[in-house]
């Protein structure tokens, strides 16, 4: 069956602009997850969803990032006047109600 | 503040042989435990998990062993084949059973198996 889809794979900007990350994740999973990964680190998590219930966006890292699930299904990530430390792989995750994460192959970001 | 921490960025196995992953914690509130595999330009697979209500559990020639008292926990591949080699993540959640929530990563730890 079809896992977590994510795009674009890479996006190139410029200091200053905006972009947006999507994430499909896996039909019927209720929960999604939005981590990044600076190079050299783990994953540090950024967001999470879970059914209709407010997301948790504790390790959102200013308030440059947001993030929205649309439907329940899609969720987009948003990063206003993106920073070259912005520069990083975003990995988007799913998991059923009780269950490991899967993850998408990644958005791999470079702010110029 | 690292929560999970692998203390070995880089491991080097020769094929056949064991291979052993290190992972230490540091919140007693943790209770399920992942191990993820990675290779360049993809996302992190799933690989195994354990509760913190055992000690070991088995999954082909993978082994994971969890020491509560210790905050450790350890990857076995025996044996060990070239197609092992990744970066490994240790990750953790304080679940208690129900929907995961976030996980906690470690750092990772790049595994090579040579011929």
């Known amino acids: 069956g079809a896992g977590v889809s994510q795009s674009p794979s890479n996006k190139v900007t410029e200091k200053g602009k905006d972009v947006e990350l999507r994430c499909d994740p896996i039909s019927g999973h209720t929960a999604l997850y939005w981590y990044r990964q600076s190079l050299g680190q783990g994953l540090e998590f950024l967001i999470y969803?879970?059914?209709?219930?407010?997301?948790?966006k504790s390790g959102l890292p200013s308030d440059r990032f947001s993030a929205e699930r649309t439907g329940g299904s899609v969720s987009t990530l948003t990063i206003q006047r993106t920073q070259q430390e912005d520069s990083a792989v975003y990995l988007c995750?799913?998991?059923?109600?009780?269950?490991?994460?899967?993850f998408g192959p990644g958005t791999r970001l470079l702010v110029l | 503040d690292q929560q999970v921490k692998q203390n070995s960025p880089s491991l080097s196995v020769q094929e056949g042989r064991i291979s052993i992953l290190n992972c230490d914690y540091t919140?007693?509130?943790?209770?399920?435990f992942l191990w993820y595999k990675k290779y360049p330009a993809e996302g992190p697979t799933f690989l195994i998990s354990i509760s913190s209500i055992k000690d070991k559990n088995e999954d082909g020639r993978f082994t994971v062993f969890l020491n509560k008292s210790a905050k450790h926990l350890s990857l076995h591949i025996v044996p060990s084949q070239p197609g092992d080699s990744a970066v490994y993540f240790c990750?953790?959640?304080?679940?208690?059973?129900?929907?995961?929530?976030?996980?906690?990563f470690g750092r990772g730890t790049q595994l090579t198996v040579w011929p």
């Open positions: 995750a799913s998991s059923p109600l009780v269950g490991t994460q899967y």
């Open positions: 969803f879970q059914g209709n219930s407010a997301p948790d």
């Open positions: 919140n007693s509130m943790f209770d399920y």
């Open positions: 990750a953790a959640s304080a679940g208690r059973g129900s929907t995961l929530g976030r996980l906690y």
